[in-house]
Nanobody, 125 residues
């Protein structure tokens, strides 16, 4: 089993920044592509960003491209999401997720086998 624990959420003003972290344990972190997803109140969970096992490949939702940066530290078993120029519409619960073993980075939620509990991000306008 892979365990994921997010941290770093909170309340921030529009235009501000936050850095989310996701600590991973239970398996070899570098064997899994990782992703960030979010769910706003009353909406379905949506893709935010994904990163390859090595960290060299990334992909972003159009809504966050140029503002958010996904990264990972395989030595520390940790995934990050740096969020800049935050907007009110970024308010959501943010989840990190691990793909199937040896899987590619992907936007598809069903390709992610392990999920964290989520961390709340609230952006005030």
């Amino acid at each position: 089993q892979v365990q994921l624990v997010e941290s770093g959420g909170g309340l921030v003003q529009a235009g501000g920044s936050l850095r989310l972290s996701c600590a991973v344990s239970g398996r070899t972190f570098s064997n899994y592509a990782m992703g960030w997803f979010r769910q706003a109140p009353g909406k379905e969970r949506e893709f935010v960003a994904t990163i390859s096992r090595s960290g060299e490949g990334t992909d972003y939702a159009d809504s966050v491209k140029g503002r958010f940066t996904i990264s990972r530290d395989n030595a520390k078993n940790t995934l990050y999401l740096q969020m800049n120029s935050l907007k009110a519409e970024d308010t959501a619960v943010y989840y990190c997720a691990a793909s199937r073993l040896w899987g590619p980075p992907t936007q598809l939620q069903h390709e992610y086998y392990y999920w964290g509990q989520g961390t709340q991000v609230t952006v005030s306008s």
